[in-house]
């Protein structure tokens, strides 16, 4: 089907917010969230295919759900996701899902959940890949020794928000 001919709860449509961990995309293709990213140098451009930056229902309903989430008041999303990843990415992302809001896992417990204890690093792999920041809640794994470890989004922001969960599950 040509893009021409693609109709519009197809097409892919993006727009951008400002939030307390900086500038972020989220992006909806076909009435599913299939990106959320926060903008770092040159991470993605601003200007990029104006024709599809629109607020639409579903963009706009993600962004009230962050914002109940930065404020504490919520801990899950209902929202409907489609990342697109291998198999075993999917698999990763799944089970990250599973880790309650204010709980951490580590890289290896994730890799054991996947049916593969030893593919830690393809974990961390699948975890950097992300294409749903915090709606799938890479932030919550952590080194094997509990040690704060790569994030896409930076160390700092994942310290701010695993400090964020913390604060409000005490």
């Known amino acids: 089907m040509s893009e021409n001919t693609k109709t519009c709860r197809e097409l892919p449509f993006y727009y951008h917010y400002?939030?307390?961990?900086?500038?972020?995309?989220?992006?909806e293709t076909g009435n599913a969230l299939t990106g959320l990213y926060l903008y770092q140098k040159h991470s993605f451009p601003l200007e990029e295919h104006m024709q599809y930056y629109r607020e639409t229902v579903l963009i706009a309903e993600a962004h009230r759900q962050l914002l109940e989430y930065f404020k504490?008041?919520?801990?899950?999303?209902?929202l409907p996701l489609r990342p697109e990843g291998t198999p075993f990415q999917q698999k990763v992302w799944d089970a990250l899902c599973q880790i309650p809001y204010g709980r951490t896992k580590s890289y290896s417990e994730i890799a054991a959940l996947c049916g593969n204890p030893k593919a830690c690093r393809a974990v961390g792999g699948a975890c950097h890949n992300n294409p749903l920041l915090i709606l799938i809640p890479c932030h919550r794994v952590l080194g094997k020794n509990g040690s704060l470890t790569g994030f896409g989004g930076?160390?700092?922001?994942?310290?701010?928000?695993?400090?964020?969960?913390k604060e409000k599950t005490l």
């Open 72 to 78: 504490g008041q919520r801990k899950s999303f209902q």
């Open 154 to 165: 930076g160390l700092s922001v994942k310290e701010y928000l695993l400090r964020l969960e």
């Open 18 to 27: 400002d939030t307390p961990i900086g500038l972020i995309r989220i992006e």
